[in-house]
C-alpha cells in the first residue's frame, strides 16, 4: 500500500525512489511487525485471558507442563494480524503471488481458529476431528496449488539441492506434491509447537531464508549466476516473509520461557503452510526439508513412534514428538529449545549454501 501511495512521489522528493527496492521493504516489514506485535502484545494477552481462552494440557505430556494450564493462547492472532498488516503496508498489492501466500495463511489460519475454539470450549487438548482438519487443510492447498498451476507463466520443474542439472519435470504429478509440502510443513510446525518458543525460533529462520530465496529467484541476474530458476515477481515474498519474520519475533517477547502467551494451532498451521507455499512459489520445495529440518524430525519422530506401536507393540521414543523425548530424558525445556535452535540455525546456513553448491 505504501508502495503506491510514496513511491510516485520519487519524482518530486528523491528519498521516496527507496520505495522501488525490495530489499528496503522487507527490512522495514520486519521492523513494523515487531513493534506492531510488540505494541499490543499484551493487550492481546490480557484480553484473551479475559475471554477464558486458555490453554489445556495433554493428560499424557510431561508433568512438567502441569503448571501451564489456563495459559493465554490462540496467539496466533497476535501473529497473523501482525504479518498481515505489516504485509498490505509493504508489499505490492499488485503481485499475484502475495496474495497466494496471504490467502493460503489466512485459510490455514481459519482452520487453526476453529480447532482452538473447540479446545478451549471443550476444555480440551482434542479439537477438530483429524479427518477433517486434514481435509480442510488440502482442500485449501489445492485450490491455491491448481491457480498456481494454471498461470501460463508457471513451471511444474522440480529443482533439486546441490544438483543444477536435476530438473525433473512433475507434470500433472505437480499439484499432489506440491499439496504435500503445504500441508506437510503446516502439520510439522503445529507438532513441533509444543515447548516455550520452541516453533517461533526455527520458523524466524525458515522464513529468513526464504526471504533471500525469493529475492534471489525473482532477480534476473543473481538467479542466473547461481543457476536457479527465475521467476518474475516472486521477489516480492520477501516483504511477505520479512512480515512473518517481525511478527514472529515480536510474539517471541511474550512466547519466550516461561510464556505468557501461546500461539495455539491457529498460529502454527498457517505458519507452516506460509513457508509451505513460498517454498512452491519460489520453486525450492525439496529445500524446505532441509532448512525446516526441525520441523522433519518432529513430524519424522511422530509417524515413526506411531508406526512402531503399532506392528511392534513397542515405542521408539520416550515420548512423541521428539522434543518430549529430550524432557524426559531429563533436559531442562530451555536447554531443549536452545538447541534445537542451534540445529535449526545450523540447517538453515547449509540450506542457503545450496544457492551455491550446485
Known amino acids: 500500500m505504501l508502495h503506491y501511495f510514496l513511491y510516485p512521489l520519487h519524482e518530486q522528493f528523491a528519498l521516496f525512489n527507496v520505495f522501488r527496492y525490495i530489499t528496503f521493504r522487507a527490512i522495514y516489514a520486519v521492523l513494523t511487525a515487531f513493534l506492531i506485535s510488540l505494541l499490543i502484545g499484551r493487550k492481546v494477552t490480557a484480553l484473551l485471558a479475559q475471554y477464558q481462552v486458555r490453554q489445556s494440557i495433554r493428560r499424557d505430556g510431561p508433568p512438567s507442563h502441569l503448571p501451564k494450564a489456563g495459559t493465554p493462547t490462540m496467539g496466533g492472532i497476535l501473529l497473523l494480524g501482525a504479518a498481515g498488516v505489516t504485509t498490505l503496508l509493504w508489499a505490492d498489492l ?7 501466500a496471504m490467502l493460503t495463511t489466512l485459510g490455514f489460519g481459519c482452520i487453526g481458529f476453529w480447532d482452538d475454539i ?5 476444555q480440551d ?9 486434514i481435509g480442510l487443510q488440502i482442500l485449501i492447498a489445492f485450490i491455491i496449488v491448481v491457480a498456481l498451476y494454471a498461470a501460463p ?10 544438483f543444477k542439472t536435476v530438473t525433473p519435470n512433475l507434470g500433472l504429478f505437480y499439484i499432489p506434491f506440491a499439496i504435500l509440502v503445504i500441508v506437510g510443513a503446516s502439520n510439522a510446525v503445529n507438532l513441533t509447537d509444543g515447548l516455550d518458543g520452541l516453533a517461533m525460533g526455527p520458523v524466524i529462520l525458515t522464513a529468513t531464508a526464504y526471504a533471500a530465496i525469493a529475492y ?5 541476474r543473481l538467479s542466473e549466476y547461481l543457476l536457479i530458476p527465475y521467476i518474475e515477481g516472486v521477489g516480492e ?9 517481525g511478527a514472529g519475533l515480536g510474539f517471541l517477547w511474550f512466547n519466550a520461557y516461561p510464556a505468557t502467551l501461546f500461539m495455539g494451532d491457529v498460529g502454527s498451521l498457517p505458519l507452516g503452510a506460509a513457508m509451505g507455499v513460498v517454498a512452491v512459489i519460489s520453486k525450492h520445495e525439496l529445500l524446505l526439508t ?3 529440518g526441525i520441523f522433519v524430525l518432529e513430524a519424522i519422530s511422530v509417524i515413526l513412534q ?31 529449545v536452545v538447541r534445537f535452535w542451534i540445529a535449526s540455525t545450523m540447517l538453515t546456513l547449509l540450506s542457503l549454501s545450496t544457492l551455491k553448491l550446485r
Open 237 to 245: 515474498l520477501s516483504v511477505f516473509c520479512g512480515a512473518i519474520v
Open 94 to 100: 499488485g503481485n499475484r503471488y502475495v496474495w497466494l
Open 290 to 292: 532441509l532448512v525446516g
Open 125 to 133: 487438548s482434542k479439537g477438530l476431528r483429524p479427518r477433517a482438519k
Open 216 to 220: 534471489v529467484s525473482g532477480h534476473v
Open 118 to 122: 473447540l479446545k478451549c470450549r471443550h
Open 153 to 162: 507463466s508457471y513451471s511444474p520443474i522440480l529443482s533439486v539441492p546441490f
Open 306 to 336: 506411531v508406526v512402531s506401536f503399532k506392528m511392534r507393540g513397542k515405542r521408539i521414543f520416550r515420548m512423541a514428538p521428539l522434543h518430549h523425548h529430550f524432557e524426559l530424558k531429563g533436559w531442562r525445556e530451555p536447554k531443549v
